[in-house]
Every structure is written in C-alpha cells, then in structure tokens.
C-alpha cells in the first residue's frame, strides 16, 4: 500500500526535490527572536486594548463565527459597524469586509472589471493581483514597475489595436518586497486622463502612513474612479481586508463577487478587533509617530554603515542574489537572536534573493542597531 502511495506521490516528490537543488525549498519554522520580519509594524497584534474589546464582545454575546455568509444569516451587526466606520475613517463613500487582503484582491478583479476591459498590472503587485486577473473576465497587461511611461504606452497600444473597453490602472501604495512607494498622484492622473479606474492595495501602508493612518490614498478616496484595498492583518494587527469603493460598485460585489457570496462571513469577533485597531489609529496617533521616527533612525544608522538601503520605508530589503547564500545569511541572523527571513524567487524576480527586513515597534533603537551590526559582520564572512 504505501509503495502505490509513494508511486502517486512521485510527482510532488519530484517537484520538491527541484526547489531544494535550487535552494528555495519552503518550510514552516516558529517565530524566535527580535521580530524583524513581521508586518505587525503597529505592535498592535497584541494589543491588551484590543484583547480587552474582544474579550467585551464574547461577554456581549457575539459569536465567534458568523455562521453563514453574508447574504444569508451570516451578515451580523459587527461587520456593519466596522464597515461603517471604515468608511468614514478612510473617507470612502462605502466599505466592504473580506476575509483577507488576498480574497479581497481576487475578489475584486474576478468580479468588476468586465469582459472587453483592460487591467494595467504593475509587474510587482501581490501575487493576489496577479492571480485576480488571470481568473478574471477582463484582458490584461503588465507594465513595468513604478513606468508612467508604460502604464501610459501599454493603454495606448491596447487601444491602436482596437481594445474600446474600461481601463484599469492597479498598483500597490507601497511595494511589500522592495519598499518603495508608487507615484500615486501622477498615477490619479493617468488614470482621469483616460477615463480609467484606479485600483491600489493599500496593504502595507494603511496604519503606517497618512493622516492617523489613513494611508496614501488618503487624498483621493472617495473618488468615484477609485477603488482601494485596506488590509487589515498588518499594521491593523487582526485580519481581513476592507474594500472602500463608490455604493454603487459595493453593490455590485455584493450581487455578483463569488468570493463573497459563496463564503462564510468573516469571524465578527475579528470585526471588533479591527474596528477597535481604526479607533486606535484616531485616538493614539503616538504609535504612528514612533514607528516614523524609528524608519528614520534606521535609515540613518543603514547609511552609517555603508550597508545598501534601497528603500525610505519600513521595509528594508537587502538584496543578496544568490538564493542560498541569502538563506545562509538569514540563518546566521537568526542564531543571533534577530527573526530576519530569506526571500527566493518567485516571490522575487531571478536573482534577487534578499533579506526583508521589517521595522515594527516591536522592536526599539537598540534592537536596530545590535540587528543591524549583526547583518554587517555576517555579510562580511
């Protein structure tokens, strides 16, 4: 019997034997050490207040699933309460809860860009984007990353050869693997230039940057050609994503995204956890400032040391190349006491294996700076 199982599972064996040739063989390890690798960038995913307005909530009677979709018995008055308060918070006319920041890209694309449209794709926005797209109705096409020029050329060539569609620009706010930020103003342009929709994951920004944390596209939300996705498992400490968009287009996912009519509801205990996370940002803007003020000092201390920074943001990368050379480096960090985590492709392209480095206040100055000569001397050897 286990010969036949083994026979069936050659495949898969096979398939495994060639990431770990090439060094990109993935496993689950536990998390140990200074957290230099968390999205958690708030330190909120601990929070006792949070702990306390879930603990409430159990107390109030809110149950711990929703028991069916939304549609059905599973819509409950805690994801309306978070959906409201988003809305106002972000300044969108209206907002909708999904289980994650992944569903809620591949829901989006899979369901409002229609048949004869066109989806501009950033080349380095989430794999979920990607996903959303190839699954979705509409054409697509990548351009290059951070390219106004080719965002603008790729429309126009799509349109030379006949495409008579909508357009749909989407781009991340901020790139979660090299840590740069995206031309959003030039982007919001682009985009009223050609009639066009915007679409951007707000992923790594939203909590971080903006007005208390509103994130980068804070200015333009609200805009009827806007859509942005703000995930809520990062800097918000919980889980789930919200998409703010017009009414009209929430309405149109509530009648037609499969994702979120064929799945059970989102916890609304989770609901509460991140409506209390968006109370926080308004009322203790004092973690946002931290976390600034200790992206500056790293920034600082990385040119001090003549180490490569290629970023301005919370997410350093620092770019090895060879794959197993950068898990090598990302092992000796750890047994120092720092979880830095190895990056292969494809989450990156060829050749790029690096460090991602993540900057949360779950660390301080002085963890920076012993991280930080830990990362020097190994590079070194």
């Known amino acids: 019997m286990n010969s036949i199982h083994a026979g069936k599972a050659v495949r898969y064996s096979s398939a495994l034997n060639v990431l770990k040739e090439d060094h990109r063989l993935r496993s689950l390890s536990p998390r140990a050490g200074k957290d230099f690798t968390s999205n958690d960038y708030l330190a909120l995913a601990n929070a006792p207040r949070i702990k306390k307005a879930v603990l409430a909530a159990v107390e109030a009677g809110t149950p711990i699933g929703a028991g069916g979709s939304r549609l059905l018995r599973g819509n409950c008055e805690e994801h309306e309460s978070l959906e409201a308060e988003a809305a ?12 994650g920041g992944y569903v809620a890209n591949f829901a989006v694309l899979t369901t409002v860009p229609q048949k004869g449209d066109l989806l501009v794709l950033d080349s380095l926005v989430h794999a979920s984007i990607h996903e959303g797209a190839r699954a979705g109705r509409a054409d697509f096409r990548i351009s290059a990353h951070n390219d106004l020029d080719s965002v603008e050329s790729t429309i126009r060539d799509w349109r030379a050869k006949g495409g008579v569609g909508r357009i749909w620009i989407v781009a991340e706010s901020l790139y979660s693997m090299d840590g740069d930020f995206a031309p959003l103003q030039e982007l919001v342009a682009l985009a009223d230039l050609h009639d066009a929709f915007l679409m951007v994951d707000e992923a790594h920004a ?24 703000h995930t809520c498992g990062k800097a918000l400490g919980a889980a789930g ?19 979120f009519i064929f799945a059970t509801a ?25 976390l600034i003020e200790l992206v500056a000092f790293t920034h600082r201390q990385i040119k001090q040391r003549g180490l490569k920074g290629p970023s301005d943001s919370q997410i350093v990368p620092f770019i090895v190349g060879d794959n197993a050379r950068a898990m090598r480096l990302a ?11 190895g990056i292969r492709p494809p989450t990156v392209p060829a050749g790029t294996a690096r460090l ?8 301080i100055e002085d963890d920076v700076c012993a991280m930080l000569d830990a990362l020097a001397e190994e590079t070194k050897r």
């Open 88 to 99: 106002s918070f972000f300044g969108a006319e209206t907002a909708l809860f999904f289980g």
């Open 206 to 229: 939203t909590g971080v940057y903006g007005a208390k944390g509103r994130g980068l596209t804070a200015p333009y939300e609200g805009r009827e050609n806007l859509l942005v996705v």
């Open 241 to 259: 994503a919200l998409v703010t968009a017009s009414g009209i287009l929430r309405d149109f996912m509530i009648n037609r995204c499969r994702p």
């Open 266 to 290: 989102p916890s609304p205990l989770i609901a509460v956890a991140v409506q209390e996370a968006i109370l926080m940002l308004q009322q203790e803007p004092e973690r946002q400032q931290r």
């Open 331 to 341: 092992s000796a960090l750890q047994a120092r006491g720092f979880d830095i985590r």
């Open 356 to 363: 991602r480095i993540s900057l949360t206040l779950n660390v």
